[in-house]
Structures are given as C-alpha cells and as structure tokens.
C-alpha cells in the first residue's frame, strides 16, 4: 500500500538530516507506529505519505514514495484525499466549518456527495466516535479531546484507504485514547485500512501495533517488531522499564503478559511504605466557584485548597471541566459564582509584570504565547523581562530538550518542541504560582523526564504550589503530591495520588495495573519494595 524507495530529507538551514536513505513497505490493513525524540521527524515522515513534505513544507527529498501505486511527487496532497486521510497534531489548526456535525460533512460536501450517503456517513462516524452528544456543538467550545476525536472522525468520513495520525490520543483522557485505539484496530481488521500512528505515549498503543518505525535521530532509521525495536530502544513505556527492572526474560507489550511473569513477585509480602502528608500555608484557595457556558455548567460549587510546595494533578474524562477551572484560577475569567484567591490576591485584578511574577501559566495551546519570529529572540525576551543573565531561558530549554536550532521560527518547531519552548520562558520567570494544561504533550519519555525534575525542584527547593492539568497517568504517577479528580464539573475525588490511581481503574497508570493489589505506581516504586525485602 505505502513504500518507501531511498527516501532522504533534509529542511533548508537545517544542521541534521530528517531521514537517510529509509526503504520500506507498509502493506494494506496494517497498523504501524512511528516512534522517536521529541522533534526527530516523525510528524515529517507523515506528511512524506501524502505529500505535504515538500510540496507544502519545503525541504530537500531524494528517493520516492508511492500510496496505491500512485508517487506523491506526481501529484500535489489534494489529489490524494480520496486515499489519505490525515489528522494533524493540533486538531483545531484543521477545522473549516463552526459546528460539529458541519465539519465531519464538508470534505463530502466539497466533493459533491449525494446528500444520503452524506447522512449516512455522518451518523455512522458519530456513533463510532461517541460524537452524538457534540454534533450541534461549537468546536470553538469542545475540549482539547473532544476536538481531536472531531478531527478524527473528519478524516475518517472519507473512507480513506490510509489514515495517517500525528499523535492521535495526547489530548485524550485514558478511557476516550482506548476508545478511539479500539476503532482504529477494528478498521484495520475489519476493513483492511492501513493506518499509521505517530505516538508518544507508547504505554497507550503498542499493544495495536504491527511494526514499529524508530527514528533515531541524524537520519538513522529502525524498523521491526514492537518486540524487536522495544527490547533495545531508551524511549520504552514503564511496562518495558518494569519488565528489564525485574531482569524478565521477555519484555512484554500489555498488561496481561506482564502480569503473568510477575506472580511470584506479587505474592511476596513487603513492608507498608509512609506516605509523607504535606501541612503547609494555603496558596490558592478555591471557594463555591461555579462556571456556565450558555447553558452548560463546566464548574459545579468547586471548593478546593493548594497549598505551597505542593504538586497537585487535575484529572477526568475530556470536558469534566478542568480547563475551564484552571482559567478560573489563572483570572482568564471571572467565575460566574464564588472567590478564587491566589496567595491572597484576585486573579482577574492582576496585570503587567506583577501577573507574570504571581502567576506562571502554560495553556493547552503554547504557541498562543510566543510572538517572536525566532527561538533565540523568545528566549532573550524572557531574559530581558525577567530581568535574568542572558542565556538563562536558553540554557533551561536545552536542558529540557537539547538540540533545538535558536534560529528556528516557533512556529516551524515540532508540537513538543514548541512546548518545552513556552514551558521554558515561563519557568525561568520563576513565579509565586505554576498552572500548566496538558504540559506534555508532545514530549518523549526523556523530556517528560527532566520535565518533572525541573517541576520538582521549582515546588520544593522554593515552596512553591505547581497545579496541572492532564490525561498523563505515568506523570502523574511519578509527580503529583495528591489528585483532584474531576467529573462534570465536580470534584468527586480529593487524596494522595496513591489514593485516587489506585482505586481508579481506567485512571491506573501500567505498573499499578500490573501489580495490582499491592500498593506500587511506579517502577520505582517496585524496585524500592524490593530492595526493602532483599
């Protein structure tokens, strides 16, 4: 269905090759998962399959690529809608139309479907999705996730042959990414569509997948088996850190498998571990704030405290509501009823400099923030404004993400990239208070990694109170202090994260899951109760 014949890349100004000499075949009905760092090309190896690279992008391609027989260079990408559908990583940079039920028919009403087989299609992808609720929807009023799965079901009322998805669950809660995976194998088994997935959160797809593409950086380029790739790979889910942990003989790529190697290890007995409990001066203080859109409640008599030093994680299912909390907080807007304070001050009084020292915020949306037309001038600015050593917002970026040419537009940065950019200028502000929503979108394993160390150290080493919101159940598991779960805008559970994971079935991260019952979130966790007893 897709090859791949000595395909190489290279992007003007660029000091290293995307992709070097890669051949391969996808054949038809097979789901393949492209994996790699944060901005090592695998968003442009996807848009090498419809031809959006080069002949939208730019760049320099040697070698060809053919979808059905047909070469993308003999074509322009229009001419391969009918065989490639498409779903990008910022779904709401896609949308033509308002409403819902509009956006899944306009690629049809654009090609002069029948007006039936129009209907048909659209109810059929409503139902697929669980999209009925949304159809009379404003998308400008939908969720992060709800967008995406709108996004999804656009491309797929085409009926594509391929369906090619740049990380296609990050701003999905876990039950709605298990949803969307189980349609997208059923397509592949049931209707033989071939389907490509750019993930970062591999705990989520592995299981899916056929074969595994690995950028590896510098145009290097594995392919094979999620066996065969995982087995020597850093970027690997916790369930293959956990399963080299233990010294397994195999790696295993589910739960299931994982959990049947380890039952001598569960049935052993190990010392209850303390949880510290943190007792400290309130920072932000939530009181019988409630919140409307027209006639839909978001926030339901919210009342909730976060304290200094403390790291708290908001989660739910897509539209519980924790976004509209978490502007609530920021002073993005007043709450229709209630009083929010944040270290004693109103919100929606603060401005200027005195905003940006109280309140460190980081949206759904990060490239909202940035306006300059290069990294290296986003980072001086934040040096300028805060009044810090030149190269300071420079040196923390490269800390998080190494290697990001400083002469890149922010907008030519990858989604990740473009992330630990914003997340950099406004850690180096250093401010009273972090609120971030869905901070790791985007990021590999290594990223997220010193992602959490840089959060860690800002809450403890200066006392300060970190509030995100996110669908990432492993960095929550790794991070988080204490839990507010959220669902239709309220709060149905307010503990420790091992409190709230743990009695969460859908919410569990992989290693409680595995582990179950004994009381261990992490791999950490587990080698720690090891060693307790060795």
Same mark, same amino acid.
């Given at each position: 269905?897709?090859?791949?014949?000595?395909?190489?890349?290279?992007?003007?100004?660029?000091?290293?090759?995307?992709?070097?000499?890669?051949?391969?075949?996808?054949?038809?009905?097979? #789901?393949? @998962?492209?994996?790699?760092?944060?901005?090592?090309?695998?968003?442009?190896?996807?848009?090498?399959?419809?031809?959006?690279?080069?002949?939208?992008?730019?760049?320099?391609?040697?070698?060809?690529?053919?979808?059905?027989?047909?070469?993308?260079?003999?074509?322009? *990408?229009?001419? @391969?809608?009918?065989?490639?559908?498409?779903?990008?990583?910022?779904?709401?940079?896609?949308?033509?139309?308002?409403?819902?039920?509009?956006?899944?028919?306009?690629? #049809?009403?654009?090609?002069?479907?029948?007006?039936?087989?129009?209907?048909?299609?659209?109810?059929?992808?409503?139902?697929?999705?669980?999209?009925? /609720?949304?159809?009379?929807?404003?998308?400008?009023?939908?969720?992060?996730?709800?967008? $995406?799965?709108?996004?999804?079901?656009?491309?797929?009322? #085409?009926?594509?042959?391929?369906?090619?998805?740049?990380?296609?669950?990050?701003?999905?809660?876990?039950?709605?990414?298990?949803?969307?995976?189980?349609?997208?194998?059923?397509?592949?088994?049931?209707?033989?569509?071939?389907?490509?997935?750019?993930?970062?959160?591999?705990?989520?797809?592995?299981?899916?997948?056929?074969?595994?593409?690995?950028?590896?950086?510098?145009?290097?380029?594995?392919?094979?088996?999620?066996? !065969?790739?995982?087995?020597?790979?850093?970027?690997?889910?916790?369930?293959?850190?956990?399963?080299? +942990?233990?010294?397994?003989?195999?790696?295993?790529?589910?739960?299931?498998?994982?959990?049947?190697?380890?039952? !001598?290890?569960?049935?052993?007995?190990?010392?209850?571990?303390?949880?510290? $409990?943190?007792?400290?001066? *309130?920072?932000?203080?939530?009181?019988?704030?409630?919140?409307?859109?027209?006639?839909?409640?978001?926030?339901?008599?919210?009342?909730?405290?976060?304290?200094?030093?403390?790291?708290?994680?908001? #989660?739910?299912?897509?539209?519980?509501?924790?976004?509209?909390?978490?502007?609530?907080?920021?002073?993005?807007?007043?709450?229709?009823?209630?009083?929010?304070?944040?270290?004693?001050?109103?919100?929606?009084?603060?401005?200027?400099?005195?905003?940006?020292?109280?309140?460190?915020?980081?949206?759904?949306?990060?490239?909202?923030?940035?306006?300059?037309?290069?990294?290296?001038?986003?980072?001086?600015?934040?040096?300028?404004?805060?009044?810090?050593? *030149?190269?300071?917002?420079?040196?923390?970026?490269?800390?998080?993400?190494?290697?990001?040419?400083?002469?890149?537009?922010?907008?030519?940065?990858?989604?990740?990239?473009?992330?630990?950019?914003?997340?950099?200028?406004?850690?180096?502000?250093?401010?009273?208070?972090?609120?971030?929503?869905?901070?790791?979108?985007?990021?590999?394993?290594?990223?997220?990694?010193?992602?959490?160390?840089?959060?860690? !150290?800002? +809450?403890?080493?200066?006392?300060?109170?970190? @509030?995100? /919101?996110?669908?990432?159940?492993?960095?929550?598991?790794?991070?988080?202090?204490?839990?507010?779960?959220?669902?239709?805008?309220?709060?149905?559970?307010?503990?420790?994260?091992?409190?709230?994971?743990?009695?969460?079935?859908?919410?569990?991260?992989?290693?409680?899951?595995?582990?179950?019952?004994?009381?261990?979130?992490?791999?950490?966790?587990?080698?720690?109760?090891?060693?307790?007893?060795?």
């Amino acid at each position: 269905m897709i090859t791949f014949s000595n395909v190489s890349l290279i992007y003007p100004h660029s000091t290293k090759t995307i992709l070097e000499d890669l051949s391969f075949q996808i054949q038809e009905g097979e #789901m393949v @998962l492209v994996m790699g760092e944060t901005g090592s090309g695998k968003s442009s190896l996807l848009r090498l399959i419809n031809g959006l690279v080069p002949h939208h992008t730019g760049g320099i391609l040697a070698g060809d690529i053919s979808v059905d027989g047909i070469s993308t260079r003999s074509v322009k *990408p229009g001419s @391969l809608a009918h065989l490639v559908g498409i779903v990008g990583q910022n779904p709401i940079n896609g949308f033509v139309t308002d409403i819902v039920e509009e956006e899944l028919a306009f690629s #049809m009403e654009a090609l002069n479907f029948a007006p039936d087989v129009m209907r048909k299609r659209v109810e059929e992808i409503l139902d697929l999705l669980s999209l009925s /609720a949304l159809r009379n929807r404003s998308i400008a009023t939908l969720s992060g996730g709800e967008q $995406q799965r709108v996004a999804i079901g656009a491309a797929l009322v #085409m009926q594509p042959k391929v369906l090619v998805l740049d990380e296609p669950t990050s701003a999905l809660d876990p039950i709605a990414a298990e949803e969307v995976l189980s349609v997208l194998h059923r397509l592949v088994h049931d209707l033989s569509v071939t389907v490509i997935i750019a993930e970062h959160r591999l705990e989520r797809v592995i299981q899916f997948v056929d074969r595994i593409i690995y950028i590896e950086g510098d145009g290097e380029t594995s392919i094979g088996s999620p066996d !065969e790739i995982l087995k020597n790979s850093e970027l690997v889910p916790p369930i293959v850190k956990l399963a080299r +942990a233990l010294n397994l003989s195999e790696i295993g790529t589910s739960v299931r498998e994982v959990r049947r190697a380890t039952d !001598e290890i569960r049935s052993r007995q190990y010392p209850l571990s303390d949880v510290a $409990q943190r007792a400290d001066s *309130p920072a932000i203080e939530v009181s019988d704030v409630s919140h409307s859109y027209g006639e839909k409640l978001a926030l339901n008599t919210i009342t909730t405290t976060i304290h200094h030093g403390e790291i708290v994680a908001i #989660m739910g299912r897509n539209g519980a509501g924790k976004s509209t909390l978490l502007h609530s907080i920021v002073g993005l807007h007043a709450p229709g009823k209630g009083r929010i304070s944040v270290n004693g001050q109103d919100p929606t009084e603060l401005t200027g400099a005195a905003r940006r020292q109280a309140i460190g915020y980081v949206p759904q949306e990060p490239g909202d923030l940035l306006f300059a037309s290069s990294v290296e001038e986003e980072c001086a600015h934040a040096d300028r404004d805060n009044e810090l050593v *030149p190269g300071s917002t420079a040196a923390l970026l490269n800390r998080l993400v190494p290697g990001i040419t400083t002469q890149a537009h922010p907008n030519d940065l990858s989604e990740g990239q473009r992330l630990a950019l914003v997340l950099s200028i406004v850690l180096a502000a250093n401010p009273d208070v972090l609120v971030l929503d869905e901070p790791t979108r985007g990021l590999d394993y290594r990223a997220k990694g010193l992602f959490g160390v840089a959060l860690k !150290e800002y +809450a403890k080493q200066f006392n300060r109170p970190v @509030l995100l /919101a996110t669908h990432d159940v492993e960095l929550v598991a790794e991070l988080a202090d204490r839990v507010l779960f959220l669902a239709e805008g309220d709060i149905v559970a307010d503990g420790t994260t091992l409190e709230v994971l743990l009695s969460s079935p859908a919410f569990a991260p992989q290693v409680a899951k595995i582990m179950s019952p004994k009381p261990w979130l992490t791999v950490s966790d587990v080698v720690h109760a090891l060693g307790d007893v060795s």
